[in-house]
């Protein structure tokens, strides 16, 4: 757990998040940037590989492989723990939260972010309700049934594969889980100077 604590002194949560694309990237960016201690596990095998982006919101021309590069460096920068290539066999319910194993171990989290594309497995061994389209069922917060539980991106649309609406997916879980921490509606907005601030000479002009 990290050692970072919230406003009633109480220590903050911890967030795993399984799969390392837009979605769980995006997702363990506003954990882990607002001092929730962050896991990602990521097995690559996101679709973001075979993809070039024209239709991405703010970026003229890339491809997958060097957004994804991007967004990995992003999430270390901000502290996040991306492990890479160790795949998560299990999610289980505890009275404190949840324990995710791998083939490395066993690693417990207070909050679970789901973000396994198409694979929707380890969402329903644990028990969350899915739709009759037989995606995920979440609500704009991408809370699943199982209370602390998320799940993002393709896990919840029926062939909605785009990476744009991905990364909104994992925002919206991110936030909706700090709001959850602080106790009040959590807005992660940033100016020019908290640039400036966090990264000084390292900001790209």
Not at 6 to 29: H, K, Q, R, T
Not at 73 to 93: C, L, N, S
Not at 142 to 153: C, D, F, L, R
Request: with cysteine.
């Amino acid at each position: 757990m990290t050692d970072e604590t919230n406003a009633g002194g109480d220590e903050l949560p911890s967030v795993i998040v399984v799969g390392g694309g837009p979605a769980g990237l995006s997702a363990a960016l506003f954990t882990a940037k607002n001092g929730l201690e962050t896991t990602v596990f990521d097995t690559d095998e996101t679709w973001m590989h075979k993809a070039h982006l024209f239709n991405y919101l703010g970026i003229g021309s890339v491809g997958g492989s060097e957004f994804m590069a991007t967004a990995r460096q992003q999430v270390e920068d901000f502290g996040a723990d991306r492990r890479q290539g160790e795949e998560v066999a299990g999610v289980e319910r505890t009275d404190d939260g949840f324990v995710v194993d791998t083939e490395e171990g066993r690693y417990e989290s207070t909050y679970v972010v789901f973000a396994t594309g198409a694979n929707r497995d380890l969402a329903e061994d644990l028990g969350c309700a899915f739709t009759d389209d037989g995606v995920v069922d979440v609500g704009v917060e991408m809370e699943t049934s199982v209370e602390n539980a998320y799940a993002t991106g393709a896990m919840v649309r029926v062939e909605e594969w785009q990476a744009a609406i991905a990364v909104g997916d994992g925002a919206a879980a991110g936030l909706n889980i700090l709001s959850e921490v602080r106790g009040e509606r959590f807005h992660d907005f940033d100016v020019p100077a908290d640039a400036e601030r966090v990264f000084g000479e390292a900001v790209a002009e």
